[in-house]
């Protein structure tokens, strides 16, 4: 190949320095850049691409999709310039060639970010031999050979493999190269190491030996989590440290952290490694994670991973996913503040069909920039995750797929059309929540007394709150309370008993006795008589009067079938404890709703949470969007306009299996809530490319959207008023 003697070098250390100037000294102070790219092209090679790979055929998609930075592979496992690190492994195909440098300086004279890829976790036999002690090492004490590629050792994250040597590769990478950043991918370890180091440093830590389960109630494994976390924080700082000490400006920026809020605390710049759908992962999954971290980063920038090869536990990453998934995915991230960022592994292409997609993706994005340039979301509505009770709750029948309540409430308001956000549980002070009118609480069982008083004083300061099952139950450590931390706040006590698996358990809807009118939380349900139940319920002694739209039928028998008949038509236990104090509006659901509407999908539940919702939140919604299909809808701020997003998730294969098509949706009548102090100049559909018929009265825009393929986006001009 030519393309080797093109791409011949003549790199010394230190040759992309200005005049020989260190990056540190020449850089000065420097504008952050993390801000600045919009759309991210990543290019992974594989160790034989040196030589027969096209670097210009990829230097002009970046062109042509307007692609303003890139990620490219640096080093690692295998180096793709001319390392002169010890031990370093220079890809076989190298030769004197520097295919990451001529990348580097081509995406560089285009305007564009730049940061390297490194990989860590896997290493060759000569390391192996050079430093035995680097090798991560099982349960038996011995050291692992890599799970895929048995030419490969699986490295250590938490010794000095990452601490030592991969600190030297990222110095050197940015001494010769300037990047605005380094990235490693799989930098945090698989499965506990039994190493020398990590034996010695977590006794050092604890006094204890490393744990050999996963059990929550292990204390050994309990101090392993912050101890994992310690390690993995103080590994991130170092080759922070390294790297800015090179050019200030750069960022180490890894990828995923096991943490969320020590992620927001530590980042400038983060990305998601979400790169796609498998199995029956929901089609608003790439949303969800966006909004998980926003809760814990504030606006700054998010890329959104996508992957244009499959996603499957069987790898075919080489291959390409349809057009409707990628379109699909991709638009659900941008509606949710997330910046695409394509990637393609392997510089080979063996399938040309993602191509124009991604183009026609990143050319509507690029021409409608600052419309997707957000500076804040709008939505009212907040959504509690807790990953406190993650790691600690658990263990009991009724305790078993426990991610089931987050991700029913998710879909359930998905479904419902509401905008909404994430708040992480401990960050629950006024700051954070003060965007918002309503959190909602699907089983989040772990609180602390101190997060249970900022919701008190969230609610006091006008909030409305929903929760769900065993909110609060239990303290931040996962120790369960006598009663519920929020008792006060749901009017409600424990009663200590949990009720379940339940079978043929209903609700009983019903007007008021006394004015014969319907509650709110039963719209459209006027003539069911009664609704399925969920599976557990607790059992709950309220210490207030409450209104009955929503009441107990006990569970009977389901065989024989003569028996299948109820023994108590009637009570008055309610399954919904409804509280109004002054503004702010509290239900508190004692049974698992939400976890049963993830596992049953029951529509009459997705209709009831909807209304709940609706009633808690006591104002006039920001968007509401009245049409056929499902939606995922979002609302943004801008410097001088705002969205709104309608993606059209409705399809045959939403449950399950790649999308095959984009089924369009008809017209969807949209109002939104105008922001006070200013005026709506002009509005636009930016898909759609039109200015659609609209009226504007009371604070509100009224339009109607006629179609949606995959996305559309509703902006608003605005000016003050
Ligand atoms: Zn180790």
Same mark, same amino acid.
Request: proline share 6%.
């Given at each position: ?14 040759? !992309? ?14 504008? +952050? ?48 310039y ?33 940061i ?66 380094i990235?490693?991918?799989?930098w945090?370890g ?27 109630h292990? +204390? ?16 991130w ?24 809020? =020590? ?46 090869g ?51 993706? !990143? ?29 600690h ?11 089931g ?7 359930a ?14 960050? @629950? ?27 008190? #004083?969230?609610? #006091? ?27 006060? @706040?749901?009017?409600?006590? !424990? ?36 609704? *399925? ?42 399954e ?5 104090v002054?503004d ?13 509407f ?26 509401? =969007? ?61 898909v ?12 509100? =825009?009224?339009?109607? =959207? ?7 986006? *509703?902006?608003?001009? @605005?000016?003050?008023?």
């Amino acid at each position: 190949m030519i393309r080797r003697e093109f791409l011949k070098t003549s790199v010394t250390a230190g040759a !992309y320095a200005i005049a020989g100037v260190p990056w540190s000294a020449a850089a000065g102070a420097e504008e +952050p850049w993390f801000d600045r790219p919009m759309r991210w092209a990543q290019l992974v090679l594989v160790e034989n691409d040196p030589g027969r790979f096209d670097p210009d055929f990829w230097l002009d998609y970046f062109k042509r999709i307007h692609a303003d930075a890139a990620c490219l592979s640096a080093g690692g496992a295998v180096a793709y310039y001319p390392t002169e690190v010890p031990l370093h492994h220079r890809s076989a195909w190298l030769d004197d060639s520097d295919p990451f440098g001529y990348l580097v300086r081509a995406c560089r004279k285009m305007g564009m970010a730049v940061i390297g890829r490194t990989d860590p976790h896997a290493t060759w036999d000569n390391v192996h031999k050079a430093h035995p002690d680097w090798i991560a090492v099982d349960s038996n004490g011995k050291p692992r050979r890599h799970w895929s590629n048995p030419e490969l050792w699986v490295t250590c994250a938490l010794g000095p493999y990452n601490f030592e040597f991969m600190t030297q590769v990222h110095r050197e990478v940015m001494e010769l190269y300037g990047l605005d950043g380094i990235f490693s991918n799989r930098w945090a370890g698989h499965g506990t190491c039994f190493c020398e180091h990590c034996r010695r440093n977590f006794k050092a830590f604890c006094g204890m030996d490393l744990p050999r389960t996963s059990d929550r109630h292990d +204390p050994a494994y309990r101090k392993y989590t912050p101890w994992r976390i310690e390690r993995l924080r103080e590994l991130w700082f170092l080759w922070d440290r390294t790297i800015r000490e090179v050019r200030p400006a750069a960022r180490y920026i890894p990828n995923g952290f096991p943490d969320n809020v =020590v992620t927001g605390r530590l980042s400038d710049i983060f990305f998601t490694d979400h790169q796609g759908r498998r199995g029956v992962i929901p089609p608003w999954s790439n949303g969800k994670r966006a909004k998980e971290l926003r809760a814990t980063m504030g606006m700054k920038p998010l890329g959104g991973i996508f992957s244009i090869g499959l996603e499957e536990a069987y790898r075919w990453k080489d291959s390409v996913q349809s057009e409707a998934e990628i379109r699909t995915w991709v638009a659900d991230g941008t509606a949710n503040n997330m910046r695409p960022w394509f990637v393609k592994f392997g510089g080979v292409i063996y399938d040309r069909r993602w191509l124009d997609v991604v183009e026609e993706i !990143y050319d509507w994005h690029y021409r409608c920039e600052p419309y997707l340039r957000n500076i804040a979301p709008l939505a009212r509505v907040a959504m509690v995750y807790s990953e406190q009770t993650e790691r600690h709750y658990g263990g009991k029948r009724w305790q078993e797929r426990s991610s089931g309540h987050e991700l029913g409430m998710y879909h359930a308001l998905v479904e419902a059309r509401v905008p909404f956000e994430m708040v992480n549980d401990r960050l @629950l002070d006024a700051e954070h929540l003060k965007p918002f009118k309503l959190l909602i609480l699907p089983n989040v069982a772990a609180l602390s007394d101190a997060q249970c008083e900022q919701l008190r #004083q969230f609610v #006091q300061r006008g909030g409305s709150l929903i929760a769900t099952f065993e909110t609060s139950l239990y303290d931040e450590q996962g120790r369960a309370r006598k009663d519920f931390g929020l008792a006060e @706040l749901f009017g409600v006590s !424990y009663d200590d008993g949990v009720e379940g698996p339940m079978k043929n358990s209903y609700l009983r809807l019903k007007a008021d006795s006394q004015t014969d009118r319907f509650h709110p939380v039963l719209d459209g349900l006027h003539d069911a008589y009664r609704i *399925i139940n969920g599976i557990w319920r607790l059992n709950v002694i309220p210490r207030l009067e409450f209104p009955s739209p929503v009441t107990l039928i006990p569970s009977y028998p389901d065989l024989p079938m003569e028996h299948v008949y109820p023994r108590t038509p009637e009570t008055d236990t309610r399954e919904l404890y409804l509280r109004e104090v002054n503004d702010s509006r509290i239900a508190y659901i004692p049974w698992d709703i939400d976890r049963t509407f993830w596992e049953i999908m029951n529509a009459d539940h997705g209709k009831l949470l909807r209304n709940v919702v609706n009633w808690a939140l006591n104002e006039k919604p920001v968007v509401q =969007v009245t049409g056929r299909g499902l939606l995922d809808v979002t609302a943004w701020r801008q410097k001088r306009s705002m969205t709104v997003h309608l993606v059209n998730l409705t399809n045959p294969m939403m449950m399950k299996g790649p999308f095959r098509e984009l089924i369009p949706l008809d017209c969807q009548g949209v109002q939104i809530r105008i922001p006070r102090n200013t005026t709506v100049k002009k509005v636009r559909l930016l898909v759609n490319g039109t200015t659609p018929e609209h009226q504007i009265a009371d604070g509100t =825009v009224e339009l109607t =959207v006629p179609a949606i393929l995959d996305h559309e986006v *509703i902006a608003l001009d @605005l000016a003050a008023s």
